[in-house]
Nanobody, 120 residues
């Protein structure tokens, strides 16, 4: 059974940083792309960033320069570093896995989400 565990969320003030982690099990991790998505209250889920199995990275245009994604295949974990956080970054952040990297929501496996709250 594939499981994804997102963690690292919390409450920070504007300008602060957080590092989210997505730990995966039940799959051959090095063969999978991982995507990060977020859903703010009352809004649709949107793509944040993704990393392919070969380490290629993609970001939502509005987030480039503030967020950084990386992976550690030895630990079956993908990280999302969130810097210069703003109140509009407040959302539940989800990670997802699939063999094919995509910016869309069409990932086969999803984690439960970790909540990020940014206060002004």
């Amino acid at each position: 059974e594939v499981q994804l565990q997102a963690s690292g969320g919390g409450s920070v003030q504007a300008g602060g940083s957080l590092r989210l982690s997505c730990a995966a099990s039940g799959l051959i991790f090095k063969d999978y792309a991982i995507g990060w998505f977020r859903q703010a209250p009352g809004k649709d889920r949107e793509g944040v960033s993704c990393i392919s199995s070969d380490g290629s990275t993609y970001y939502a245009d509005s987030l480039k320069g503030r967020f950084a994604i990386s992976r550690d295949n030895a630990k079956n974990t993908v990280y999302l570093q969130l810097n210069s956080l703003q109140p509009e970054d407040t959302a539940v952040y989800y990670c997802a896995a699939d063999r094919i990297v995509t910016k869309t929501l069409s990932y086969n496996y999803w984690g439960q989400g970790t909540e990020v709250t940014v206060s002004s």
